[in-house]
């Protein structure tokens, strides 16, 4: 068992993959002889050498597109998105080309991409997004979004064995904020589970990502000065999405707070909640409430910043709010 | 130094057909035309099917340009890779996929070769290494550089051939591809199918270079030309680059030269308002097909009988086609879930 920070466990676990099978290869912008724009890969390219990790030239189309084609040649290559926002150049690759070719042939495309995301870094409005919603909406790929370490590694795990096309959303302000408990052995996450971050009474928040730290701050602040008990569901992947989960979960407490760092409309969170008006309406003592950042562009400026996304704060005012009902 | 050939050996090098260095065999020869025949009776047929509304959506037929389809895919392996575009069919054709599987497709019936599901520009077979027809314009191009770096990578010497109209020439992602192809040294030919018309946009009113093939130089790639409407030349060009991808992994821009008599898909006149009448007129005395026969006829290497009995059997192989798209099942309700994930 090592004590390792978000980015270290999602370091760990493509070495481990990449120890493990000669065909999962290595490629993105600045990836090899400058280790990652985050550092992800750092040591990757003197330890697998640059057949395996390979520094691209910068063309996201090209990246995910000859991913693709790698793929279908019979590699598994993972892919680095410099930043998520980037992911946008080579959109047609992935929602096109990459999501519809098993459903077209019958042919996996086994590869990852991994999309650094996220806001709270005053990153601006190019380098704070996270475009899940876009993705999740397109049948044929799977998206997953850790939050912990453990997670981190097992999911990037079981994203490179995983046959199809998984979409790896990391959290940036969670590499280095973010530390746990990573098993040295060799565990996936399996994906399609959500993961109860914190069991409880009262409330439900359904949350992932970096939403999933903040939310559990403020859970255990109610616990203390409130005598709440919020239980915190932690999606982890919301392609497949665990409807199981949410359901028992909202059953359980009659009451649902959806919390995401994407913006409120159309975000995952709208999903959620008609999940859950559809097939838990019977269960619920309050409406299905959800925080997410506003419907704006990220702002750079770090008080415009704080004041566009979730917090701690907004969630605790959310979740008293819904106790009163 | 030059060799000095007498009289004798000069008349007998003149009377050599233009293919002798290439080394292909009388049948080789007669299997191109076929090919051919066959590529053009079988989109005659679909363009009826559709006006019957046997097929629906979106068909795009390859006539006119055969020989490109033909002669490039001829200089290939089995085991080598190809990507095509929207106007597949001729290419999956060329590449041997059964016409049955085709026309299925066609009709959208579950025995199609993507089961019904992707229709005219999805025609597909991994066990030829068919990657598939693809229709967004352009956006299959990084895909071939993608099995040219995966073939590469695992030591295999096969090559990828991959096909685009000139209107993707224009697409920012196949700029992408050829650096990526250039830097890396990529297996891969790009054979880029210059029908003049981009739907209805000629080539002048859409590309700052006219020479298509001219496009490589800025990323310093082995490029060039060919006569699109001669299926030997297209093998010739093609071969060319393929011995070059695989014997030295360096990849090749090709701009074959090619017209299309047909509209740009079904909805569309063959000629009115971006192409004249004469225009086609003029471009149908190049038509592959008869130009190749002719040349066959006169070196004894086909014969009247042979284009007669060839024409009857490729009626048949499109007749059946038809017949078993006609009475294969649609694809049933259940189906749609099954293969959106492995």
């Known amino acids: 068992m090592a004590f390792l920070t978000y980015i270290e466990a999602i370091s760990k676990g493509m070495w481990e993959e990449m120890e493990r099978d000669s ?20 040591g990757f390219l003197q330890h697998f050498g640059e057949d395996r990790v390979i520094d691209t030239v910068l063309a996201e189309s090209a990246i995910l597109g000859a991913s693709v084609g790698a793929a279908l040649a019979g590699m598994k290559p993972v892919a680095e998105m410099q930043f998520s926002d980037f992911v946008t150049c080579g959109f047609n690759q992935l929602v096109n080309n990459a999501a519809t070719t098993h459903y077209r042939w019958n042919i996996p495309v086994p590869m990852v991409v991994r999309l650094p995301s996220g806001a709270g870094i005053h990153g601006g409005p190019f380098h704070s997004r996270n475009p899940e919603a876009w993705f999740f909406h397109q049948p044929g790929l799977k ?4 939050s912990t370490p453990y997670d981190a590694k097992g999911l990037i795990k079981a994203a490179i064995r995983d046959p199809n096309p998984v979409l790896y959303f990391e959290h940036k302000r969670l590499y280095r904020h973010v530390k746990g408990e990573v098993p040295d052995d060799d565990y ?3 994906i399609g589970k959500a993961d109860v971050k914190r069991e409880g009474t009262d409330i439900s928040v359904i949350t992932y990502g970096g939403t999933t730290h ?3 701050e403020a859970a255990e602040l109610l616990r203390q000065e409130n005598d709440m008990s919020v239980e915190v569901l932690d999606l982890r992947s919301l392609v497949p999405l665990d409807k199981d989960a949410i359901l028992s979960s909202v059953r359980k407490t009659g009451k649902v707070l959806i919390v995401h760092e994407d913006n409120l409309t159309g975000g995952i969170g709208a999903e959620v909640a008609a999940l859950i008006a559809e097939f838990a309406f019977q269960n619920l003592d309050a409406p299905i409430k959800r925080l997410a950042a506003l419907d704006t562009p990220t702002p750079y400026s770090p008080t415009s910043e704080e004041f566009f996304l979730p917090n701690k704060e907004k969630i605790v005012n959310a979740l008293k709010e819904l106790a009163r009902y | 130094m030059a060799t000095v050939l007498s009289m004798k050996e000069k008349t007998k090098e003149a009377r050599k057909p233009r293919w002798s260095d290439l080394g292909l065999s009388s049948a080789r020869l007669v299997d191109f035309y076929k090919r051919m025949l066959l590529i053009r009776r079988f989109e005659e047929r679909a363009a ?3 006006g ?3 097929i629906g959506g979106f068909c795009h037929l390859y006539i006119g340009q055969e020989a490109v389809g033909v002669g490039a895919i001829e200089a290939l392996r089995e085991d080598d890779y190809i990507f095509s575009a929207y106007r597949d069919h001729g290419h999956a054709l060329a590449r041997g996929m059964d016409p049955k599987g085709i026309m299925a497709e066609l009709f959208g019936k579950v025995t199609g070769c993507s089961k019904g ?5 999805h025609m597909f077979d991994a066990s030829k290494n068919f990657m598939g027809g693809y229709g967004i314009v352009g956006g299959h191009v990084p895909l071939a550089a993608g099995t040219a770096f995966g073939t590469k990578y695992l030591g295999k010497d096969s090559v990828t051939l991959c096909f685009f109209g000139e209107a993707a020439a224009n697409q920012g992602v196949f700029h992408e591809t050829l650096n990526l192809a250039a830097l890396w040294k990529l297996p891969v030919v790009f054979v880029c199918e210059n029908n003049r018309y981009g739907m209805g946009t000629a080539v002048e009113r859409a590309h700052a270079v006219w020479d298509i093939y001219q496009k490589a130089s800025a990323y310093d790639m082995a490029r060039g030309w060919f006569d699109g409407m001669d299926v030997i030349e297209s093998y010739r060009a093609v071969k060319e680059a393929v011995d070059r991808a695989r014997t030295s992994s360096e990849p090749t821009m090709l701009e074959a030269r090619t017209y299309r008599f047909r509209g740009h898909s079904m909805s569309d006149p063959i000629h009115g ?3 004249t009448k004469e225009e086609v007129e003029e471009q149908k005395k190049s038509d592959p097909i008869p130009r190749f026969a002719e040349e066959l006829l006169r070196g004894g290497i086909l014969t009247q009988t042979a284009v007669d009995d060839m024409e009857a059997e490729i009626k048949a192989v499109v007749n059946e086609a038809v017949e078993f798209a006609d009475q294969s099942p649609e694809p049933p309700a259940e189906f749609l879930h099954e293969n959106v994930y492995v």
């Open chain 2, 48 to 50: 009826q099917e559709y």
């Open chain 1, 23 to 42: 065909s999962v290869f290595l490629l993105g912008e600045d990836i090899g002889e400058f280790g990652g724009a985050f550092k992800a890969t750092q």
């Open chain 1, 143 to 146: 998206i997953v979004v850790p």
């Open chain 2, 52 to 54: 019957k509304s046997k």
């Open chain 2, 117 to 121: 599901m992707g229709g005219s520009m």
């Open chain 1, 188 to 190: 996936v996450v399996e």
């Open chain 2, 273 to 275: 308002h971006y192409r």
């Open chain 1, 214 to 216: 903040q939310t559990l």
